[in-house]
């Protein structure tokens, strides 16, 4: 069957600290994948997203990116967390354009 | 430029009754459009969608309804109930992204 990972599930760091956010896909092939964020009080924010190996679209311009380094794996990232960066990120995927499957989120407060 | 718009941040309706949830987009190269259904510290989980060449579709207690002309989709759950208290989310899709709606919180009240 067709899983999706996403750890950790609440993470607490300080301004200035780096940020390292994994999603692993299992049971499908060359899914594309997508980080999504959540703010308090806002809807769902494309951050970036994937159509396969290295290749990475950014939708926002911010201090965070991605990497796919495998078929099935997805990494956020920053080198510098901002206190803007709390909030609530998804990593999903899919195979066609809709019908999306979502991780379990990451809870990341900023202090 | 918002082009998924949900312009009720919440709605409160009383079990057993229909509840009905709005979208508006304003791009007409839309060829999908889903409805998802968030609770807290979750990640969405898809409800039902529509292609843009139909104007309902309907699964169980939800349907989704189309109007082109108008641009607005709409989400009926009839009857409501209390496990339908959640975060709803209207999503378009064009290319290989969905464009979301901010969301409107639904309160079944019983």
């Known amino acids: 069957s067709q899983t999706i990972h996403q750890w950790p599930a609440t993470l607490v760091q300080p301004v200035g600290s780096p940020l390292s956010l994994e999603c692993t896909v299992e049971?499908?092939?060359?899914?594309?994948l997508y980080w999504y964020r959540q703010a308090a009080g806002r809807g769902l924010q494309l951050l970036f997203y994937?159509?396969?190996?290295?290749?990475i679209s950014s939708e926002v311009p911010q201090n965070l990116s991605a990497s796919r380094p495998q078929d099935r794996q997805f990494i956020l990232s920053s080198k510098k967390l901002l206190l803007s960066d709390s909030g609530f990120y998804l990593c999903?995927?899919?195979?066609?354009?809709?019908?999306?499957?979502f991780g379990s989120g990451t809870r990341l407060t900023v202090v | 430029d918002q082009q998924v718009k949900q312009n009720s941040p919440s709605l409160s309706v009383q079990e057993g009754r229909i509840s009905i949830l709005n979208c508006d987009y304003t791009?007409?190269?839309?060829?999908?459009f889903l409805w998802y259904k968030k609770y807290p510290a979750e990640g969405p989980t898809f409800l039902i969608s529509?292609?843009?060449i139909k104007d309902k579709n309907e699964d169980g207690r939800f349907t989704v309804f189309l109007n082109k002309s108008a641009k607005h989709l709409s989400l009926h759950i009839v009857p409501s109930q209390p496990g339908d208290s959640a975060v709803y989310f209207c999503a378009a899709s064009v290319g290989y992204q969905l464009i979301w709606g901010a969301g409107t919180k639904l309160i079944i009240k019983p």
């Open positions: 049971g499908t092939s060359n899914p594309n």
């Open positions: 999903a995927w899919t195979v066609a354009n809709y019908g999306y499957t």
């Open positions: 791009n007409s190269m839309f060829d999908y």
């Open positions: 529509i292609s843009s």
């Open positions: 994937s159509v396969g190996i290295g290749q």
